[in-house]
Nanobody
Framework: QVQLVESGGGLVQAGDSLRLSCAAS????????MAWFRQAPGRERELVAV????????YYADSVKGRFTISRDNAKNTLYLQMNSLKPEDTAAYYC?????????????????WGQGTQVTVSS
């Protein structure tokens, strides 16, 4: 069982940077594939980025590729999302998610564990 708590969201201007964190409890974090999803008002939840258990392999949605970086520190049981060059269209609630096992799962329905979300708002 893994419990997830996100932090780091806020209100920023276009072009600014933010770093989101997701603190995980439990002893199975290092065997859990992790991802960030986001959901804007009136839109479906969408995948932002995925990282394997070791952290060596990542996957990004086209909309964030080159601007966002997903990483993890298994010693600290923490997942990160570094967001640079933020755009107004990045405004959404951001959720971290975990799946026991699996390799770069990209479908939200493959994930067992979810955080409560943190709001990111980018003004133009």
């Amino acid at each position: 069982q893994v419990q997830l708590v996100e932090s780091g969201g806020g209100l920023v201007q276009a072009g600014d940077s933010l770093r989101l964190s997701c603190a995980a409890s439990g002893r199975t974090f290092r065997t859990t594939a992790m991802a960030w999803f986001r959901q804007a008002p009136g839109r479906e939840r969408e995948l932002v980025a995925v990282i394997t258990q070791s952290g060596r392999t990542t996957y990004y949605a086209d909309s964030v590729k080159g601007r966002f970086t997903i990483s993890r520190d298994n010693a600290k049981n923490t997942l990160y999302l570094q967001m640079n060059s933020l755009k107004p269209e990045d405004t959404a609630a951001y959720y971290c998610a975990g799946r026991s096992g699996g390799y770069l799962p990209t479908d939200q329905y493959e994930y067992n564990y979810w955080g409560q979300g943190t709001q990111v708002t980018v003004s133009s």
